[in-house]
Each structure stands twice: as structure tokens, then as C-alpha cells.
């Protein structure tokens, strides 16, 4: 009967979706958000997609496609590798200028910059969910992260600090310090276009340093919005707008500048396969790296849980963002005597979300941002029926990028959940002991994020200590995803052991320097050595 009224369920999503899909979008949709997209300055065509102080473009032309019904919002033209060798050199200049300001006055320049993201929240968050295809609540939140990194930069102006070490040698002292190296390049995802730029561009500022962006070439549209308004408050400040320069491109431009000796820094957001290859580029070179790769993270509900603080919390980590965060829950390990109650109460939750419009109020699950991923949505579900598993909820597309949330049955050892599929599915597991429940969540390649649902302070500590979660964010009582911006961001082992955001994340994007001062008028040696 169950199987019958979620067919039922299916087949009328599936018709509501192909007649959204069909009808709704007779308009263009530049069309229909024409006044978003002009306060931007944002045309159907004819976008340049290169900014080095000024517009322009020498690339081929790419195109913005809404993933709702994959119709051209836009046309760009984009950047080539000419373009990024001059975009480099124009960022080197105006960072020379940069490095002197005080601090302070940085901060200042930031808070400028915060506040020009403030007045142009919802439209830069309409924009996210038209080009991305998130639902307009959360694309507004990723300008909201944009704008409190901004604060927290700001806050550092005033608190960056190096260290007064004591010395060995008498009328000697020794002291921390940390300097801009220089240019950061920021290589950037489309699961959140606008946030890691965010993070990585608000820090490297404060710091010092200059910044060049290389956006996801499946979202031109949003980087140049925010390109066009931190332009805006850089001028507005009588400084060179080069210190943040963009060049949209696809993949010759981001090999470029993973191999450019002046990109001092790289951040590099995307697969983990791809950066493998991006940290051995950068690290032939002796740069530095900031790698933000993979995930496959897990949710243990531990059997004295709040089960209704779980359900809650699964839901939104699974299913936000339509599974295509890289801290979406994937894996969900379950205490055997509470799994049958847990996952009815899913079930139940899994047939509630709506499905649609990210622009649609009530929508909590917009499309999957290509075709290509409704594909691996499919193969990944054939994967998991062809090694023992089955479906229990959901397991269809629903036409164009729209497929269905889904919960699966599978065992611990099943290669299936190993592999990251950026998209919604979750896959289900029990377990027997916390010893188990923990050697299950640490038995995979990517080491992102975690989360344990328990109320044993026992068990608390065991998670977050040496034979706990072998992850970079250990959770307790809170979704995988949802990273707060005053902790450092990043995971362990194939996720790539970078850090961004909070913390002294900071300091990736600075030179240290030990230095010792001799005011004695005398010349001691370390470890009382006497030459001569």
C-alpha cells in the first residue's frame, strides 16, 4: 500500500514538474528578472566576463543557463589565458599599494564593501538562485555569509597579532610576524558561487593581500555582479580596482593560473579529483595551496538521541541545496533499535518537501544545476540496487534537473557509499556499537564534515577526541552542513586539508617571519657557541 501511494505521490510531482518545466517559462528569463539584472549591469548578451581594472573579454562566449529549464539567461565573453596574464600583473600592481595601507583602514574598506552587499541582498540572492538553481532563501543566506566574513574581517583590522618570543641572548628580542605574500587566486565552485569567494576574498583583503577570481564557468553571471559592486567601493575609496580582478573562462584559464608563480596563494574549490591534480601544479611551483575538495560526510544517531531534533536536522542536511553541498549528509548510521522509527519519521519528512521553482515560495528542493547530475543521480541509484541495496523513498527524476530525494537501504561495506554523489541521496546503515558507528564514518577517502546525535557527554567526547571523527568539522547535535563563518572551514584527508573563514584560517594567506632584534651593542650566539 505504501509503495503504491508514493507511486501515486510520484507520478503527480512528476506531472506538476513537466508542466512547470514546460509552460511556466514561455518568457525568457532574463525577461522576466530584467530589473535584477540591469542593477547590475547585466545584459542578454555581450557581458564581459574579464575585469582588471577594466571590463572586457578576449574568450569564447559562455552562456548562463538556468537550471530550472536549462534556457540562456545570459551570454558572457569570457576570459583567455592573455587575459589572465594581464589581469595578474594589474592585481600585483594595485596590491602594492594595498600592502601599505594600516590595517584599520582596510577594515574600513571592508566594511564599505559589506555594506554595499547589505543594500543589494535579495537581488544578488535572486540572481544566485536563478543561475545556481538554490532556493531563493538559501541564496540570499550564501549573501549573508558574504557579508559576515566581511565583519569578521573587519574584526581582525583591529586584532591580527604576531608574537614576542623571549630570547636565549641577553639585549636580544625576537618577534612573529605576518605579511601579505601577495596575490590570491580563488578558484571557485557553482554550489555556492558567491560564499567561498567570500571567505577566501574578505581574508586575503584584510591581510594584505590582492586577489584574482576564477568563478565556475556555469555561473558567470552572479561573479560579475559582485565583481561590478566590490569595483564600485574600491573606486569610491580612490583605490585600484585591479586588487580585485576577475577572469571568467573554463578550464585552460583556471590550469593557468594553478600554474602561475604569481598567484602566491591558491584556493581551489571543486572534486577531488581534479584537485589532486591542482595541489601537485601548485606545489611543483612552491606555491601555496588551500584546497577545499570532496566530501561524504555522515550523520551517527546514537539510540539515546533526540529523535525528533534528528529527523529535523537530517532533512535539512540531506536535502538542502538539493544535496549539492559539499557538507550535505550522505551516509546515515543509525543505532539497529532505532533505525525503523528514524527512517518512518524520514519517510514521512522525505514526502513533505516540495519540489520546483527556487523562486517559489514553499520550495525546499530547486533542480540539480546540470543535466549531467540528474545522470549521476540515476547511476548512482542503479549502483545501489546492483550491490544489494534498494530505494526506500523517492529514486526518480521528475523531468529537465528535477529528481526526487532519496533514501536507501545499503550495507556498511557496500563500494557504493564510498564514492561522493553530489546529489540527494542518502544512504541509510545501522550499526551496533559507538566503536562501529565511528570506524564506519572514518571508512572512506574524504575526511569533510560529521555529526553525532547523542545526549551521553561519554560519547560527546569520544567523538571529538583522538578515536573520534577523523573529519575537519565534528559536530554534535547539528546537520553537516550550516558551517558557522567564526570556525576554520575545511577537512581532512582527500578533502585536502585546507582552511578558510574563521579561526587563524588567516594566517594561510600570509608570509611568516621570525625576526631577532639585537639592541645589545653586543653580538652573542645561540647555544653559546664562541667563533673566535
Not at 549539492?324 to 543505532?335: D, G
Not at 540527494?424 to 550499526?431: D, E, K, R, V, W
Amino acid at each position: 500500500m505504501y509503495a503504491l501511494r508514493q507511486g501515486r505521490f510520484l507520478a503527480t510531482q512528476a506531472s506538476q514538474v513537466s508542466r512547470f518545466y514546460s509552460a511556466r517559462y514561455m518568457s525568457t528569463i532574463y525577461d522576466k528578472h530584467k530589473d535584477t539584472f540591469e542593477r547590475f549591469g547585466i545584459t542578454k548578451s555581450g557581458n564581459k566576463g574579464v575585469f582588471d581594472g577594466e571590463w572586457k573579454g578576449s574568450g569564447p562566449v559562455i552562456k548562463s543557463i538556468n537550471p530550472v529549464n536549462n534556457e540562456v539567461i545570459a551570454e558572457v565573453i569570457s576570459g583567455n589565458v592573455n587575459d589572465l596574464n594581464t589581469a595578474l600583473d594589474k592585481v600585483a600592481e594595485a596590491q602594492k599599494l594595498w600592502r601599505d595601507l594600516p590595517v584599520p583602514k582596510r577594515g574600513e574598506v571592508l566594511l564599505a564593501m559589506r555594506q554595499t552587499l547589505v543594500e543589494n541582498l535579495e537581488p544578488l540572492g535572486k540572481v544566485v538562485a536563478l543561475e545556481m538553481g538554490k532556493i531563493l532563501p538559501e541564496g540570499i543566506g550564501e549573501i549573508q555569509e558574504y557579508i559576515d566574513i566581511l565583519e569578521y574581517a573587519l574584526g581582525l583590522s583591529r586584532m591580527m597579532k604576531g608574537s614576542m618570543i623571549p630570547s636565549e641572548r641577553p639585549g636580544h628580542v625576537m618577534l612573529e610576524t605576518w605579511n601579505p605574500l601577495g596575490t590570491v587566486g580563488v578558484i571557485s565552485a557553482f554550489n555556492f558561487p558567491v560564499a567561498v569567494y567570500g571567505w577566501n576574498s574578505a581574508i586575503a583583503l584584510v591581510t594584505g593581500n590582492g586577489v584574482l577570481w576564477k568563478p565556475s564557468p556555469t555561473t558567470p553571471l552572479v561573479s560579475i555582479a559582485v565583481t561590478r559592486l566590490i569595483e564600485k567601493t574600491l573606486r569610491d575609496h580612490n583605490l585600484p580596482s585591479a586588487l580585485c580582478s576577475l577572469v571568467t573562462g573554463g578550464t585552460e584559464v583556471g590550469s593557468s593560473l594553478a600554474a602561475d608563480s604569481r598567484a602566491h596563494v591558491l584556493s581551489f574549490t571543486g572534486s577531488t579529483k581534479v584537485g589532486r591534480e591542482v595541489g601537485q601544479v601548485v606545489q611543483g611551483r612552491f606555491g601555496k595551496s588551500i584546497l577545499e575538495l570532496g566530501g561524504n560526510n555522515a550523520i551517527i544517531v546514537m539510540e539515546d538521541c533526540d529523535l525528533d531534533l534528528a529527523a529535523r536536522a537530517i532533512l535539512f542536511a540531506a536535502v538542502g541545496t538539493a544535496g549539492q553541498r559539499c557538507t550535505t549528509t550522505r551516509r546515515l548510521i543509525v543505532h539497529e533499535n532505532i533505525y525503523d522509527n528514524l527512517i518512518e519519521r524520514l519517510i514521512k519528512a522525505y514526502g513533505q518537501v516540495k519540489v520546483g521553482d527556487p523562486l517559489e515560495e514553499g520550495v525546499l528542493c530547486g533542480p540539480l544545476h546540470t543535466k549531467a547530475a540528474v545522470s549521476v543521480y540515476e547511476e548512482t541509484l542503479k549502483k545501489v540496487q546492483e550491490q544489494g541495496g534498494k530505494v526506500l523513498f523517492g529514486g526518480e527524476a521528475l523531468g529537465g534537473n528535477f529528481v526526487k530525494p532519496t533514501l536507501t537501504r545499503v550495507d556498511k561495506n557496500m563500494e557504493v557509499i564510498k564514492e561522493e554523489a553530489f546529489v540527494p541521496i542518502l544512504h541509510t546503515m545501522t550499526f551496533k556499537t559507538l566503536d562501529e558507528a565511528i570506524a564506519i564514518n572514518n571508512n572512506v577517502a574524504q575526511g569533510l564534515s560529521s555529526s553525532i546525535f547523542t545526549q551521553n557527554p561519554e560519547t560527546i567526547f569520544k567523538w571529538i577526541g583522538p578515536a573520534g571523527s577523523d573529519c575537519g568539522i565534528i559536530n554534535v547535535n547539528i546537520p553537516t552542513n550550516g558551517a558557522e563563518i567564526g570556525g576554520a572551514f575545511g577537512g581532512e584527508k582527500a578533502t585536502g586539508g585546507g582552511r578558510e573563514s574563521g579561526s587563524d584560517s588567516w594566517k594561510q594567506y600570509c608570509r611568516r617571519g621570525t625576526c631577532t632584534i639585537n639592541y645589545s651593542g653586543a653580538l652573542p650566539l645561540a647555544q653559546g657557541i664562541n667563533f673566535g
